[in-house]
């Protein structure tokens, strides 16, 4: 060790376990060694010193992560030195392919896997393969995690989310979170996940885990309104989001919502008490009416793939109200 720094002390200490009591088969799954010890250094901020520098950790590693937007844990070139020892993908990346297994799994199977892997005899004092490692947490979890692995083993990248929430009134006012999710690499068309996000409501938060398996996804996180949402808040997933957004909102009793969906070339138009007769405009800057679309129900997606990029007002007329709002189109 080139000094006693206790981040770099609790790396090496922990290759006692990952590295040299299990060694990894191939330099294919050097995240076996160094994706592990970089995960028990962040575990040593977790359970000591407080846990002061743990969610420090967290945003170093995941910031550090997404400052590229391709790159897999798995090294697929064995003669290329600097890609086996990559700092961002071999050992962050690796770490924090841990972390988010570990959110999937919950904490007593996720260590009960990590125990039962090292017990193992075929690999303790051994060697260690990728699929090895994969079997031993299938098992304690009773699931397979072959679309895990194939997204953040195999796959490069990360999600980019864009998500609003908004009060649905036609469905008896509960609170709805829409999830878009577009993919930093094209290796990885979808990334499957539970997110993660915390519910504020006059002071008091609620926890929700919401299995997000296709785009534009919508959840119901209340029956009541709320003041804001969160979304992982705790840092368990290499992902990049803006803050959550609320609908820009009218008085209950004339509300038009228009909302603006990029990441699938739409805009989503919800009229409360729907009757009928109701129509989107949508005008450039100049004024000029680009695009005309009648409404035939309280949730209408409007696709907007035919504007080019531009400041636009998005007009919706009904019977009783109006509402304009502005959007910016950027691809």
Known sequence: MTSLDFELVAHEMAHQWFGDYVTLASWHD??????????????????????????IWKNFEVNKII???DGSVYVADTTNVTRIFDSR???SKGA????????????????QGMKEYLLDPEIANKFASQEKFVHHMET???TSFTEFFDDWYYGQGYPVYDQYFYTDYGDFGK?????????????VSFFEMNLPVRVWRGGQSKDLRLHNTIQGQEFVISDEPIDSVQFDPDKWLIAKVDRVSS????EKQQQIQIIPEYASNQIRVIIPDFSGNAWLNIFDSQGRLVMKANLFRSNSEIQIRSLQNGLYLAEVNSKRFKQVTKIVISR
Do not use: C
């Not at 994706?35 to 575990?43: D, E, M, P, S, V």
């Open 140 to 142: 304690a979890a009773d």
């Open 247 to 250: 609908s820009v909102q009218l």
């Open 89 to 91: 993908l071999s050992y």
């Open 67 to 69: 400052s590229a937007p």
């Open 175 to 187: 609170v709805k979170l829409h999830v878009n999710q577009s993919s930093s690499d094209p290796s």
């Open 96 to 111: 924090y392919l841990l972390h988010m297994l570990r959110w999937e799994m919950g904490d007593q199977k996720f260590f």
């Open 30 to 55: 050097i995240w076996l060694n160094e994706g592990f010890a970089t995960y028990l250094a962040g575990l040593s901020y977790e359970n000591l010193l407080d846990g002061y520098y743990w969610p």
